[in-house]
C-alpha cells in the first residue's frame, strides 16, 4: 500500500526567501505520479504541480519546483521569492497503478506553511 | 481551465434533515468525480469515488446508505447526506478528475462545502 510522509506540521519562511517543504512516499509500484496541493484558509484544494515517476527533469511551475529524488523516494515541494500569500496548507499526494482504484490519490497529513512580513 | 464547483458553500441543519452537496465541473467533462471529507487541521479522507452513469465505490468505513452519491452527468456528481447527525459536521470536499494518461490525471477540487448539524 502507499504512503506519503510529511514530517513537518508547520514551517516558517521570511517573505522572499525559499522554502523547501518535504515529502516522502513508499510505494512498490515503479510507475507512479506526485502531487502537491495548497489549502489556503478558504478550503480549496488548489493543484500547484505534478511529477511522473519517469520524468527525468524535476517539475516546475513558476516558483515552485519539485526536487525529485526517486533512489531516496521523495518529492519535495521548493516555493521561490516566497509571498505572503503562500501561508497556507500544503499537501503531498500520489497515485500509483498498485491494485484497487488507480485514479485515487493518497494525501500526506500536510504542512501548514507560514510566510512572515 | 479545469474548474470545478461546489454547491452550496456553507450548510446548518438540524438533526436528523438530509442535505444535498452538488459538484460540477464547469468546463469539462469529468467521468470520474471524487468525495472527501476532513476534519480541522487533518488530511483529507476519500470517501467514494462516483462514475458518471454507474454506483459510486465507497471506502471502507463509509456507510452507502447515509451518503448518497449519484452521478447523473459528465458535470454533475451529488452527494447527500441522509439523517444528518452533529458528528455527520465536516468539510466535504469534491474533486474531478481530468485525463492526461494514466498517471497524469489530475484531480481538481471544489471549493468545498462545510456542513454543521445542530
Known amino acids: 500500500a502507499q504512503k506519503i510522509t510529511q514530517t513537518q506540521p508547520g514551517m516558517f519562511v521570511q517573505e522572499k526567501e525559499a522554502v523547501t517543504l518535504d515529502c516522502t512516499y513508499d510505494t512498490s509500484d515503479q510507475s507512479y505520479g506526485l502531487f502537491w496541493y495548497k489549502q489556503p484558509s478558504s478550503g480549496e484544494m488548489i493543484f500547484l504541480i505534478y511529477?511522473?515517476?519517469?520524468?527525468?527533469q524535476n517539475a516546475t511551475e513558476g516558483r515552485y519546483s519539485l526536487n525529485f529524488q526517486k533512489a531516496r523516494k521523495s518529492a519535495n515541494l521548493v516555493i521561490s521569492a516566497s509571498q505572503l500569500g503562500d501561508s497556507a496548507m500544503y499537501f503531498c499526494a500520489m497515485r500509483d497503478t498498485g491494485s484497487g482504484s488507480a485514479r485515487q490519490l493518497t494525501f500526506g497529513s500536510g504542512t501548514q506553511l507560514t510566510v512572515l512580513p | 481551465g479545469a474548474v470545478v464547483s461546489q454547491h452550496p458553500s456553507w450548510v446548518i441543519c438540524k438533526s436528523g434533515t438530509s442535505v444535498k452537496i452538488e459538484c460540477r465541473s464547469l468546463d469539462f467533462q469529468a467521468t470520474t468525480m471524487f468525495w472527501y471529507r476532513q476534519f480541522p487541521k487533518q488530511s483529507l479522507m476519500l470517501m467514494a469515488t462516483s462514475n458518471e452513469g454507474s454506483k459510486a465505490t465507497y471506502e471502507q468505513g463509509v456507510e452507502k446508505d447515509k451518503f448518497l452519491i449519484n452521478h447523473a452527468s459528465l458535470t454533475l456528481s451529488t452527494l447527500t447526506v441522509t439523517s444528518a447527525h452533529p458528528e455527520d459536521s465536516s468539510f466535504y470536499i469534491c474533486s474531478a478528475s481530468v485525463l492526461g494518461g494514466p498517471l497524469r490525471e489530475t484531480q481538481y477540487f471544489g471549493p468545498g462545502t462545510r456542513l454543521l448539524v445542530l
Open positions: 511529477q511522473g515517476s519517469y520524468d527525468e
